[in-house]
């Protein structure tokens, strides 16, 4: 419900004990945010009655080939011998199709890597010339980022920052961090000298974009103890500002709020 309220995605939820089912069940929902869960004593009594084609895997030339052969649900498609599916559709494709209509999925649910790149980005209504609107926009960038990557438990080792122009032209420039990071400050001193090595003077600018680069989880870096005490009361501030994010949304906190913060 939240993916759908603040980003508009159509999204829809089946659980179940293998892929296969759970796959089928989230076709099976009406309305945008729903959630269906299957349980396993319930896998054959709920695939039976459904058409053959809402099974997961089954394409419409597949569900004509079974219907003009008399399976219309999946119920009897699980009644079939496996063999006779196969000559319908085919060895692997058969085999795999009779399998799913019993509830049967041998494929282990691993969660993928994160990806070792983020990216956000901005996009100015209207050309924009280096200044406080270009500061501002790129702290935003930063705070994003940040607070992204502590979301998904990264932090950032180098940092790439691409100015678009007006006219279609670009700048790009990376630089590594001198320690691997997902806080705010370390990312947002290293964007601005990365914005001042750009040595913008009369520039119209139509958009921003920064990219971490060299993700790596966070677990994996060291933290050395801070004796700032300043510091340390950002990094309190900023556990604060999540906290605040996660309960009220990503605009919980705006832009400007955070520069007052920040300068």
């Known amino acids: 419900m939240r993916t759908l309220s603040r980003l508009g995605?159509?999204?829809?939820?089946?659980?179940?004990?293998?892929?296969?089912?759970?796959?089928?069940?989230s076709g099976q929902i009406d309305a945008p945010g729903g959630v269906l869960a299957v349980d396993p004593e319930q896998v054959a009594g709920w695939l039976g009655p459904l058409p053959v084609e809402a099974l997961h895997g089954i394409g419409p030339k597949q569900a004509v080939a079974l219907r003009e052969f008399g399976v219309h649900c999946v119920g009897l498609l699980a009644a079939v011998p496996p063999a006779t599916v196969q000559r319908l559709l085919g060895g692997r494709a058969g085999r795999v199709a009779a399998d799913r209509a019993r509830g049967v999925d041998p494929r282990p649910v691993a969660p993928r890597a994160l990806p070792a790149t983020l990216?956000?980005?901005?996009?100015?209504?209207?050309?924009?010339?280096?200044?406080?609107?270009v500061r501002a926009a790129l702290l935003d960038l930063v705070v994003q980022l940040a607070h992204l990557l502590r979301q998904r438990g990264q932090v950032a080792r180098s940092l790439t920052?691409?100015?678009r122009f007006a006219g279609g032209t670009s700048w790009e420039k990376t630089r590594r961090?001198?320690?691997a990071s997902a806080h705010d400050d370390d990312l947002r001193t290293m964007v601005y000298q990365l914005v001042d090595?750009?040595?913008?003077?009369?520039?119209?600018?139509?958009?921003?974009?920064?990219?971490?680069?060299?993700?790596?989880?966070?677990?994996?870096?060291a933290q050395q103890i801070s004796l700032d005490q300043a510091r340390e009361d950002r990094l309190v501030a900023e556990g604060v500002s999540d906290r605040i994010r996660a309960k009220f949304g990503p605009g919980a906190i705006g832009p400007a709020a955070t520069f007052r913060r920040a300068s």
Not at 11 to 22: E, F, S
Not at 123 to 129: D, E, K, P, V
Not at 198 to 204: C, S, T, V
């Open 9 to 25: 995605v159509d999204v829809r939820v089946g659980v179940g004990p293998t892929i296969a089912v759970a796959a089928t069940a």
């Open 119 to 133: 990216t956000v980005r901005h996009t100015f209504a209207q050309h924009t010339l280096d200044g406080a609107a």
């Open 161 to 163: 920052l691409t100015l």
């Open 177 to 179: 961090l001198p320690e």
């Open 197 to 221: 090595a750009a040595g913008l003077q009369r520039g119209r600018l139509t958009g921003l974009v920064l990219r971490g680069e060299d993700l790596v989880d966070a677990d994996q870096v």
